[in-house]
């Protein structure tokens, strides 16, 4: 028996497809998501990359390898006539001559390593980036208006080899018994703005640009204008930590909150001329480093409390976990100080730096582009 058919419907009327949306937005957001993916994988291998370059200033093995070779440095000694030869390369050098006479070739080996790996780390970084940016270029998946942002990172990143050549090369002098303290400071600042870089790109691709459009006539800028500034300030202490690290002023002075048993180290002035006290003194280093530490303090906290004013929780949460590891930072900065920088020590204090270091930009993120917050919650 055949069903009864609505008075209302049409004799022969065909089914009316699916209409499907959306499509574009889908392809859009998987785009972003692809390039967030690629940019993730690139800040956790700068990450590494400060991590052995710690590891390699902390060992003194900076200077094992005299010559810079961007292809076939690559390739590590492959049998004893190698290794002989790298060795009397290095034998030449003043840090050999003067501090590391002592050095047979098993001693020569274990520091070679730890700076080759710094040097094939650092190429594969630019390989990643290199076979990504063209593999997204060819797909057509890089969304628009990043070709240029993307490129910046790479154009960093060949700018830091460069740099580390630059900064190798100072210590091969004669009088130099390790690299330059200010051209360490330049390599590991250079670090960590591509780090910053890709921190803040990844931050934008988490949300789509309409809601980032949206977001930003939302800006609150107080709290932006402080993020901004404790920015800058964590970068400064930054760049001081390096010169610490530069002349192994953390091993100086090792009380606190004295220095020698009083407020100002002794003897802050006797590099002649003036000027080079500030870069090769260990004693004003470490003072500087420590004075810049507490003034941070004093503006993290300001930023911190005007931050925790914002309507919105997700800004007031990221201001709060940005204090949270500004504070720990400083406890950990003082216990460095305490053990003499033991090297595990000081590179915990170091990679807790860089925690810091994208707290902070996430506050900044937040305060720009904020995620307002219903009444209902």
């Known amino acids: ?209 309409r809601d980032l459009l949206q977001a930003r006539r939302l800006r609150e800028k107080k709290q932006f204008g402080l993020a901004t500034g404790w920015m800058h300030f964590a970068f400064l202490q930054i760049l001081l930590g390096a010169l610490v690290a530069g002349i192994d002023a953390g091993r100086s002075f090792t009380d606190w909150p004295t220095m020698g048993g009083q407020f100002f180290p002794p003897y802050a002035f006797d590099i002649t001329p003036v000027w080079r006290n500030f870069l090769e003194n260990p004693g004003l280093v470490q003072f500087i480093h420590r004075m810049t530490g507490y003034l941070l303090l004093i503006f993290g906290t300001i930023a911190f409390l005007r931050g925790r004013k914002s309507a919105n929780a997700s800004t007031r949460n990221a201001f709060t976990a940005a204090w949270i590891a500004m504070l720990g930072q400083i406890c950990l900065g003082i216990f460095t100080v305490l053990t003499a920088a033991f090297w595990h020590v000081a590179l915990t204090h170091q990679l807790v730096a860089v925690l810091l270091w994208v707290l902070i930009l996430r506050a900044r993120f937040a305060a720009a582009y904020p995620v307002t917050t219903s009444v209902r919650g």
């Open 1 to 209: 028996m055949s069903q009864k058919r609505s008075i209302f419907e049409e004799v022969g009327e065909a089914p009316k497809p699916e209409i499907r949306t959306g499509v574009i937005d889908g392809a859009r957001k998987g785009s972003r998501r692809l390039v967030r993916a690629w940019l993730a994988v690139l800040f956790v291998m700068v990450v590494a990359m400060i991590a052995v370059g710690g590891l390699t200033r902390l060992t003194d093995s900076g200077l094992s390898i005299t010559e810079w070779r961007p292809i076939h440095g690559a390739l590590p000694p492959m049998n004893e006539a190698d290794w002989q030869s790298e060795f009397a390369l290095y034998q030449q050098i003043p840090q050999f001559t003067e501090q590391n006479s002592w050095m047979e070739l098993s001693d020569f080996k274990q520091i070679y390593w730890w700076e080759w790996s710094h040097r094939n780390l650092g190429r594969a970084i630019g390989l990643v980036w290199a076979l990504g940016f063209l593999g997204l270029w060819a797909a057509g998946k890089i969304p628009t208006g990043w070709k240029g942002r993307l490129l910046l990172i790479g154009g960093l990143g060949g700018l830091q080899g460069a740099i580390g050549w630059w900064m190798v090369s100072s210590g091969l002098g004669a009088g130099m018994l390790s690299v330059a303290s200010y051209r360490l400071a330049v390599h590991l600042g250079l670090a960590f703005v591509i780090l910053g870089y890709i921190a803040w790109f990844t931050f934008l691709l988490g949300r789509e640009e």
